[in-house]
């Protein structure tokens, strides 16, 4: 009877032992399942990644003033003599809203701090355009106006676009 229970502990820790190596062996299978699953997600995504980054790059460039104004006099070379300062501060807030909304997916592919200083930027210069138009009196023309918004957006120094800029390339280089 003892030997019997002797044997049967015997195999019940011989069953276990192989047991146990099998649950390691298929474990560390797993995890390089995974790994490698994640790498190869990683290859795919990582261009993904960087087209989003200059997107944003360029978001960010054709909604600094001198772009938009330069798109306005290329397509529309009689706005600026003939529209109100109104009529243009309407259409350079529209651009900013237009190329934010064109590029809102991006947000997916970058980190939070990117995304937040996108809007940041798209905030300020919304009210950048605002602001400078209502410095001007009733009267100006819109020659005043992008005189003046130029000046000022240019004199500025490092810009909001341009630090949104720069973090934009340093997190980008991150990948490569």
Not at 84 to 98: D, E
Not at 131 to 152: F, M, R, S, W
Request: charged share 20%; no cysteine.
């Amino acid at each position: 009877m003892q030997t019997a229970l002797l044997i049967i502990l015997v195999v019940a820790v011989v069953i276990f032992g192989f047991w146990m190596i099998q649950y390691s062996t298929f474990r560390n299978e797993e995890k390089k399942r995974q790994f490698e699953l994640k790498r190869e997600s990683q290859k795919a995504v990582s261009p993904i990644r960087l087209r989003a980054y200059e997107r944003l790059a360029l978001l960010l460039e054709r909604t600094k003033p001198e772009h938009m104004l330069m798109e306005l006099q290329s397509n529309q070379p009689e706005a600026l003599s003939t529209w109100t300062v109104s009529q243009l501060q309407q259409y350079l807030l529209q651009t900013i809203r237009a190329e934010f909304d064109h590029n809102q997916s991006q947000q997916v592919y970058v980190s939070e701090e990117v995304w937040d200083m996108i809007v940041n930027v798209r905030d300020q210069m919304a009210t950048f355009v605002i602001a400078i138009a209502g410095q001007l009196p009733k009267d100006a023309n819109t020659q005043t106006y992008v005189t003046t918004l130029l000046t000022a957006f240019n004199s500025n120094g490092l810009t909001p676009t341009d630090k949104a800029l720069e973090y934009l390339k340093n997190e980008a280089k991150e990948l490569m």
